[in-house]
């Protein structure tokens, strides 16, 4: 979850949120209904009721809607802005809307549920002929190189004074995937375009491709450095890209297994991929360095975010499609509360029957009840003196 300073940030970035803003006030009209995923502490949704947004809905899963609601208040605009806390997927408006604006990506749009949600929204909540924020994006890669990101990553474990080999962790380390921010001169090749994300035709989540680029100076070759541009509107973006300036958007570093001294004229061809694994993306990036146009290989690296999250054996075990899974005493008392979610029930009984069930578990009420809590906070949408739970 992002920190209230993190959103902080992301407003004073003056390229990101002043383009937003141009694209917002060109999109928006005194009749426009505008859905803002993702809303954060609203400054999408206030900027569109600046622009004259008939009604906005804000639908944020965090608890930085809070802010958001009595930012709203503030400004005179809570009549017009409806608060949803819950994931966009789950949300069905009153009416369709004029215009999706979202900003969920991290440091590349390939990010967690951005694409699945905008997807979504696309073609459950967006009224025909409406306008999506942003439109398209293009992913880029280069060579680059890059010492003083590799060296301090794998330095810890290179064998040292204690002569130990620790080239395990070191294979970890270079199969993860780090923030990173680089100048122009550091690149040992061209872009390379590796991605077009059209919003109102994309259907998958995952992408892969492969690029071919030639070393155009010789050098270091550390690994990749990713980046997109984004166009909001026609005319209106921005780009992460290294020569650009800094943005709350940092260009991502994918680390080679080891690093390749490159001559100009080198060929490098790169199949890269990321796919949507559950609620997060698995990235590959398998790299085939030729010296010149012959086929003589200098390196063949094949690497994955994978490698870089150690899972033990019976941990992978649990996750196997034959494994008959039996419910432990924490899954048991999951079991036990949500099966009397049921509209009805209040959490203090809940809680008393939990304690019943599981005394040894709760030695008190306060802590049984924290417990219920947390899960109704998860997994409910009960009513109770409040009204709805949005």
């Given at each position: 979850?992002?920190?209230?300073?993190?959103y902080?940030?992301?407003?004073?970035?003056?390229?990101?949120?002043?383009?937003?803003?141009?694209?917002?006030?060109?999109?928006?009209t005194?009749?426009?209904?505008?859905?803002?995923?993702?809303?954060?502490?609203?400054?999408?949704?206030?900027?569109?009721?600046?622009?004259?947004?008939?009604?906005?809905?804000?639908?944020?899963?965090?608890?930085?809607?809070?802010?958001?609601?009595?930012?709203?208040?503030?400004?005179?605009?809570?009549?017009?802005?409806?608060?949803?806390?819950?994931?966009?997927?789950?949300?069905?408006?009153?009416?369709?809307?004029d215009?999706?604006?979202?900003?969920?990506r991290?440091?590349?749009?390939?990010?967690?549920?951005?694409?699945?949600?905008?997807?979504?929204?696309?073609?459950?909540?967006?009224?025909?002929?409406?306008?999506?924020?942003?439109?398209?994006?293009?992913?880029?890669?280069?060579?680059?190189?890059?010492?003083?990101?590799?060296?301090?990553?794998?330095?810890?474990?290179t064998?040292?004074k204690?002569?130990?080999?620790?080239?395990?962790?070191r294979?970890?380390?270079?199969?993860?995937?780090?923030?990173?921010?680089?100048?122009?001169?550091?690149?040992?090749?061209e872009?390379?375009?590796?991605?077009?994300?059209?919003?109102?035709?994309?259907?998958?989540?995952?992408?892969?491709?492969?690029?071919?680029?030639?070393?155009?100076?010789?050098?270091?070759?550390?690994?990749?450095?990713?980046?997109?541009?984004?166009?909001?509107?026609?005319?209106?973006?921005?780009?992460?890209?290294?020569?650009?300036p800094?943005?709350?958007?940092?260009?991502?570093?994918?680390?080679?297994?080891?690093?390749?001294?490159?001559?100009?004229?080198?060929?490098?061809?790169?199949?890269?991929?990321?796919?949507?694994?559950?609620?997060?993306?698995?990235?590959?990036?398998?790299?085939?360095?030729?010296?010149?146009?012959?086929?003589?290989?200098?390196?063949?690296?094949?690497?994955?975010?994978?490698?870089?999250?150690?899972?033990?054996?019976?941990?992978?075990?649990?996750?196997?499609?034959?494994?008959?899974?039996?419910?432990?005493?924490?899954?048991?008392?999951?079991?036990?509360?949500?099966?009397?979610?049921?509209?009805?029930?209040?959490?203090e009984?809940?809680?008393?029957?939990?304690?019943?069930?599981?005394?040894?578990?709760?030695?008190?009420?306060?802590?049984?009840l924290?417990?219920?809590?947390?899960?109704?906070?998860?997994?409910?949408?009960?009513?109770?003196?409040?009204?709805?739970?949005?």
């Open positions: 979850m992002y920190s209230v300073e993190d902080g940030r992301m407003i004073a970035d003056k390229v990101r949120t002043g383009a937003y803003a141009r694209a917002l006030r060109k999109a928006v005194p009749d426009s209904t505008v859905l803002d995923l993702g809303a954060g502490t609203g400054i999408f949704s206030l900027l569109a009721c600046q622009y004259g947004a008939r009604k906005v809905y804000a639908v944020e899963t965090g608890e930085a809607i809070e802010l958001a609601r009595r930012i709203a208040q503030a400004n005179g605009f809570g009549e017009r802005i409806e608060f949803i806390q819950e994931a966009s997927t789950g949300v069905t408006l009153p009416e369709k809307a215009v999706i604006v979202s900003d969920m991290g440091s590349l749009p390939l990010y967690h549920s951005n694409i699945v949600s905008i997807v979504d929204a696309r073609r459950r909540m967006l009224a025909e002929g409406g306008i999506l924020i942003p439109l398209r994006e293009s992913l880029w890669a280069a060579v680059v190189e890059a010492p003083d990101l590799y060296g301090p990553l794998v330095a810890p474990w064998k040292g204690f002569g130990l080999d620790m080239e395990a962790a294979h970890a380390v270079t199969n993860c995937v780090k923030n990173a921010t680089v100048g122009r001169d550091q690149l040992l090749s872009p390379q375009c590796w991605g077009e994300l059209d919003y109102g035709t994309l259907d998958s989540a995952s992408h892969a491709a492969t690029i071919s680029c030639t070393a155009a100076r010789a050098g270091t070759g550390h690994g990749l450095i990713l980046w997109f541009d984004s166009v909001l509107a026609d005319g209106i973006g921005f780009s992460s890209a290294p020569w650009e800094k943005m709350v958007y940092a260009p991502s570093f994918l680390p080679w297994s080891a690093p390749v001294s490159l001559d100009a004229g080198d060929t490098i061809a790169v199949r890269l991929r990321a796919d949507l694994t559950g609620a997060d993306y698995t990235w590959g990036w398998d790299s085939k360095v030729l010296h010149g146009n012959t086929p003589e290989v200098k390196a063949d690296f094949r690497q994955s975010t994978f490698w870089g999250s150690p899972i033990s054996p019976a941990r992978m075990h649990r996750r196997s499609s034959h494994y008959q899974p039996a419910l432990g005493e924490e899954g048991q008392i999951a079991a036990l509360v949500i099966g009397q979610m049921n509209g009805t029930t209040p959490l009984d809940i809680a008393h029957s939990v304690m019943r069930r599981f005394p040894a578990r709760f030695r008190s009420y306060a802590e049984a924290a417990k219920v809590g947390e899960l109704s906070e998860n997994y409910g949408r009960g009513t109770g003196a409040g009204g709805p739970t949005p």
